[in-house]
């Protein structure tokens, strides 16, 4: 990726102080391709996550390169999450299909958005995915992804040498978001929802808190929770940590049997963890996030 110029030049927003390689994440797409093509049967699984995360991916790598407008990575974004709609893949929500697939689809461009958004800091989005794909099973399907991240890692933390990408942080999210709505007919339906929560939690918190401050929600930003607590002196391996365990968590609470009081269990410790933030943030004054 040096050779090649795929470098993250530090920015406002930027967490590290020098040029980083990124890219890192096409080693985890090919390790999670490998995996799916010696993966015997299922193969409307494999086309789903392999079909529509080339295509995210793809997009991410040359966004990597060249920054392409936010309306045109969507636009690829939303032609991989049609791709499990069309072949089955949605959830039993409702006995209307066009919604089950209209929910399908909003799910996947949400997470994959989610886990892009929430790359900002060494390990925290590639150990989330690979801690709800491990939650969801270790079996053909994930194998190739959480060898692939596991792999990655300790070039990325706690001391980055490469950053994953858009092209890993798209993956990861669009693959993590197809095993959710594979899971939705097993027997924990809602573990890979709840080991992303952390990250799909602040991604809301920080969405509802610049609306209400009329900021425009399309501007980049470095007011993302994760952030604020890194920017108020939280070592980055620290608030990575974290979040981490909050997936954790989240798996635990999803091999479960539901009942309501386990959304009361899943939201508290986030909430707790956001108050801390933000009175952290007060004290700090940093002013303005």
């Given at each position: 990726?040096?050779?090649?110029?795929?470098?993250?030049?530090?920015?406002?927003?930027?967490?590290?102080?020098?040029?980083?390689?990124?890219?890192?994440?096409?080693?985890?797409?090919?390790?999670?391709?490998?995996?799916?093509?010696?993966?015997?049967?299922?193969?409307?699984?494999?086309?789903?996550?392999?079909?529509?995360?080339?295509?995210?991916?793809a997009i991410g790598y040359w966004d990597d390169r060249h920054d392409?407008?936010?309306?045109?990575?969507?636009?690829?974004?939303?032609?991989?999450?049609?791709?499990?709609?069309?072949?089955?893949?949605?959830?039993?929500?409702?006995?209307?299909?066009?919604?089950?697939?209209?929910?399908?689809?909003?799910?996947?461009?949400?997470?994959?958005?989610?886990?892009?958004?929430?790359?900002?800091?060494?390990?925290?989005?590639?150990?989330?995915?690979?801690?709800?794909?491990?939650?969801?099973?270790?079996?053909?399907?994930?194998?190739?992804?959480?060898?692939?991240?596991?792999?990655?890692?300790?070039?990325?933390?706690?001391?980055?040498?490469?950053?994953?990408?858009?092209?890993?942080?798209?993956?990861?999210?669009?693959?993590?978001?197809?095993?959710?709505?594979?899971?939705?007919?097993?027997?924990?339906?809602?573990?890979?929802?709840?080991a992303l929560a952390a990250q799909l939690l602040d991604v809301c918190?920080?969405?509802?808190?610049?609306?209400?401050?009329?900021?425009?929600?399309?501007?980049?930003?470095?007011?993302?929770?994760?952030?604020?607590?890194?920017?108020?002196?939280?070592?980055?391996?620290?608030?990575?940590?974290?979040?981490?365990?909050?997936?954790?968590?989240?798996?635990?609470?999803?091999?479960?049997?539901?009942?309501?009081?386990?959304?009361?269990?899943?939201?508290?410790?986030?909430?707790?963890?956001?108050?801390?933030?933000?009175?952290?943030?007060?004290?700090?004054?940093?002013?303005?996030?």
């Amino acid at each position: 990726m040096t050779r090649v110029g795929v470098l993250d030049h530090p920015g406002p927003r930027s967490s590290h102080f020098r040029p980083v390689p990124k890219g890192g994440g096409v080693g985890i797409v090919a390790a999670s391709l490998l995996g799916l093509a010696m993966l015997p049967g299922a193969a409307t699984p494999r086309i789903a996550i392999a079909g529509g995360g080339i295509l995210v991916a793809a997009i991410g790598y040359w966004d990597d390169r060249h920054d392409f407008r936010p309306s045109v990575k969507f636009s690829v974004q939303l032609l991989a999450a049609l791709l499990p709609a069309l072949l089955g893949l949605t959830p039993g929500i409702t006995s209307w299909p066009a919604i089950n697939a209209a929910i399908s689809v909003c799910w996947l461009l949400l997470v994959t958005n989610a886990v892009n958004f929430m790359d900002g800091l060494n390990g925290l989005s590639a150990g989330t995915a690979a801690i709800a794909a491990a939650g969801f099973g270790l079996s053909g399907l994930t194998q190739g992804l959480i060898a692939g991240i596991l792999g990655f890692l300790p070039w990325n933390y706690p001391r980055a040498r490469i950053f994953m990408g858009d092209v890993g942080s798209q993956f990861c999210g669009y693959a993590v978001g197809v095993l959710a709505l594979i899971g939705w007919g097993g027997p924990h339906p809602l573990l890979v929802p709840f080991a992303l929560a952390a990250q799909l939690l602040d991604v809301c918190f920080t969405l509802v808190r610049r609306l209400r401050a009329r900021d425009r929600i399309t501007q980049a930003h470095r007011g993302h929770l994760y952030q604020i607590a890194n920017r108020c002196g939280m070592t980055d391996w620290l608030v990575t940590l974290v979040y981490w365990a909050l997936a954790a968590w989240g798996v635990v609470l999803g091999l479960l049997p539901f009942r309501p009081l386990l959304v009361i269990a899943l939201v508290l410790p986030f909430g707790m963890w956001a108050g801390y933030v933000v009175a952290r943030a007060r004290g700090a004054g940093i002013g303005r996030w």
